[in-house]
Nanobody, 125 residues
Framework: QVQLVESGGGLVQAGGSLRLSCEASGRTFRGYGMGWFRQAPGKERELVAAINWIGGDIYYTDSVKGRFTISRENAKNTVYLQMNSLKPEDTAVYYC??????????????????WGQGTQVTVSS
């Protein structure tokens, strides 16, 4: 089983930047799709960005396109979320997640069975 640990959250002013990291441990990370979700108080958890194993298929939700960048370093078993031009509405707990290896180009629509514990991101106005 893969375990995920997020880091990099914090408090930032609107317009600022943060980089979240998610390190995987346990059995091989190879082939897993990786995603970043977020959940704000009173709202449903939403998929923010996802990246497949080789990095060729990347998904972003519309509200973060052009501001957030997902990337991964497979040699380090780590996935990143670079968040620029942050807005107060980006405030949420951000979770890293992994899904099973697949050749499906819509891998991000599949189940996400592995989750990290979450890291808080707070953007002040």
């Amino acid at each position: 089983q893969v375990q995920l640990v997020e880091s990099g959250g914090g408090l930032v002013q609107a317009g600022g930047s943060l980089r979240l990291s998610c390190e995987a441990s346990g059995r091989t990370f190879r082939g897993y799709g990786m995603g970043w979700f977020r959940q704000a108080p009173g709202k449903e958890r939403e998929l923010v960005a996802a990246i497949n194993w080789i990095g060729g298929d990347i998904y972003y939700t519309d509200s973060v396109k052009g501001r957030f960048t997902i990337s991964r370093e497979n040699a380090k078993n780590t996935v990143y979320l670079q968040m620029n031009s942050l807005k107060p509405e980006d405030t949420a707990v951000y979770y890293c997640a992994a899904n099973e290896p697949t050749t499906d180009p819509y891998y991000y629509r599949r189940d996400w069975p592995i989750w990290g514990q979450g890291t808080q991101v707070t953007v002040s106005s």
